[in-house]
């Protein structure tokens, strides 16, 4: 098992950054990574995910050219770089783990996070 822990949300304006960061903890950081976002009376919905390499990276395309995803093995961490942020990007923001991006972007989720708070405001 992995247990993932996300700090870093918060209230911004919109135009403004910010960055969302997920620690892992448990078995060997061997799995792709992700992040979601669930915003009230709406579906849980993936932002960007990773691969384990870090060589690969996939994106929504509401947030592709806006956001950043990146990892650090050595600190088994995943971040989340979200500039030119917009309301339509408050949400609460999940970390992922699971086996490859493919399964990630089709929601196939190992192991959640239990999300961060991120609110843009007009």
């Known amino acids: 098992q992995v247990q993932l822990v996300e700090s870093g949300g918060g209230l911004v304006q919109a135009g403004g950054s910010l960055k969302l960061a997920c620690v892992a903890s448990?078995?060997?950081?061997?799995?792709?990574m992700g992040w979601f976002r669930q915003a009230p009376g709406k579906e849980r919905e993936v932002v960007a995910a990773i691969s384990w390499s870090g060589g690969d990276t996939s994106y929504a395309h509401s947030v592709k050219g806006r956001f950043t995803i990146s990892r650090d093995n050595a600190k088994n961490t995943v971040d989340l770089q979200m500039n030119t942020l917009k309301p339509e990007d408050t949400a609460v923001y999940y970390c992922?783990?699971?086996?490859?991006?493919?399964?990630?972007?089709?929601?196939?989720?190992?192991?959640w996070g239990q999300g961060t708070q991120v609110t843009v405001s007009s």
């Open positions: 992922a783990a699971g086996t490859t991006i493919q399964a990630i972007m089709n929601n196939r989720v190992s192991n």
């Open positions: 448990g078995r060997t950081f061997t799995y792709a």
